[in-house]
């Protein structure tokens, strides 16, 4: 039979909304934390990142919080707008022998409805 | 501005072929990192550089090499193409900092279909 792919999730919103894009982090020892977007046919770009020294980070529109205890990352985008529609990835930062390397959650595909 | 460059956005190849994706990095960077995206899966990491001649295999080695001969380039080779290397393919790039994470610097993607 047909196989059945896997699908993004998907945040719907209205413009003008608050947008929160949820993520679970695997490794406990991860120091450094990125937001990325990316639009359709292009490569994931820079939004907002935090160190594990810190809880909270803003930017223009983003927030980024870090609750370390139970290894959760959100991103929280402020009155939303048609161009935030992107799929959103948040990645970890993992040091390994000797080595930096990002590990990337799945993605949350934001659309925005006006 | 950081530019990292991707060769090709399409390429078709037929299986079996061998196949090169090429990168080019302007910012001098030591780190270089080939992931390949797939829907639901987000991008899972190939192989890495973290200096000339160097690499590192990432989580999904499997089908493929790297070649590392200058700072500023990084390709990616898939030895024999199979249909189910079909897929986006993401160059990026990163500095050195020893330890501390930093941001990695994105291509805008190769997305390669085996027929």
């Known amino acids: 039979g047909e196989s059945v792919g896997l699908h993004l999730p998907t945040l719907s919103v209205q413009e003008g909304d608050n947008s929160i894009i949820n993520c679970a982090y695997s490794n406990s020892a991860s120091d450094y934390f990125i937001w990325y977007k990316q639009e359709s046919g292009k490569g994931p770009q820079f939004i907002i990142d935090?160190?594990?020294?810190?809880d909270k980070r803003q930017g223009q529109r983003v927030t980024v919080l870090l609750n370390k205890t139970v290894k959760h990352l959100s991103l929280q985008i402020a009155a939303t707008q048609p161009g935030d529609s992107a799929v959103y990835f948040c990645a970890e930062n993992a040091f390994s022998g000797g080595y930096n390397k990002l590990i990337f959650g799945a993605g949350t595909r934001l659309a925005v409805h006006p | 501005d950081v530019k990292v460059t991707q060769s090709s956005r399409y390429l078709v190849k037929r299986t079996g072929e061998k196949v090169f994706l090429e990168c080019v990095q302007d910012m001098d960077h030591e780190n270089m990192f080939w992931y390949r995206q797939d829907p639901g899966l987000g991008l899972r990491l190939i192989y890495f550089s973290y200096d000339v001649k160097m690499k590192e295999k990432g989580d999904i080695p499997e089908g493929y090499s790297v070649s590392r001969e200058k700072k500023e380039r990084f390709s990616l080779i898939l030895e024999s193409a199979s249909t189910n290397q079909t897929s986006m393919y993401l160059c990026?790039?990163?500095?050195?900092?020893?330890?501390?994470?930093?941001?990695?610097?994105f291509g805008q993607g190769t997305r390669l279909t085996v027929v």
């Open positions: 935090i160190r594990s020294n810190m």
């Open positions: 990026a790039s990163s500095l050195w900092t020893g330890g501390a994470g930093t941001e990695a610097f």
